[in-house]
Nanobody, 127 residues
Framework: QGHLVESGGGSVQPGGSLRLSCVAS????????IGWFRRAPGKEREGISC????????FHADSVKGRFTISRENANNTVYLHMYNLKPEDTGVYYC????????????????????WGQGTQVSVST
């Protein structure tokens, strides 16, 4: 049974940057898309960014567009979420989830992803 492990979170000041990693274990990531989701304190989980398992299609929520990018290194079985110009409202626990084959463009609806959520990684943005 494969699983995903998130890492790279931390505490930063507004305007700071972080790079989150999502590493796949037990399966090859190159056939999967990956979505990043976050749960802010007192709020429901929301989709942030995703990268498809076809071409180089990526998609970002309006709240992070222009500040976050997503990339993959299939050789390392890893997808990265690059976060720039972080804001206090970016605070939360970030999770990644796998979008299984067949090849398709990704969207940020959690119900199309495999429902095996890991521990996530905490991101805190404050002065």
């Amino acid at each position: 049974q494969g699983h995903l492990v998130e890492s790279g979170g931390g505490s930063v000041q507004p305007g700071g940057s972080l790079r989150l990693s999502c590493v796949a274990s037990g399966f090859s990531l190159d056939r999967y898309g990956i979505g990043w989701f976050r749960r802010a304190p007192g709020k429901e989980r929301e989709g942030i960014s995703c990268i498809s398992n076809v071409d180089t299609w990526t998609f970002h929520a309006d709240s992070v567009k222009g500040r976050f990018t997503i990339s993959r290194e299939n050789a390392n079985n890893t997808v990265y979420l690059h976060m720039y110009n972080l804001k206090p409202e970016d605070t939360g626990v970030y999770y990644c989830a796998a979008l299984p084959p067949p090849p398709r463009l990704c969207v940020l609806s959690a119900n199309i992803y495999e429902q095996t959520w890991g521990q996530g990684t905490q991101v805190s943005v404050s002065t």
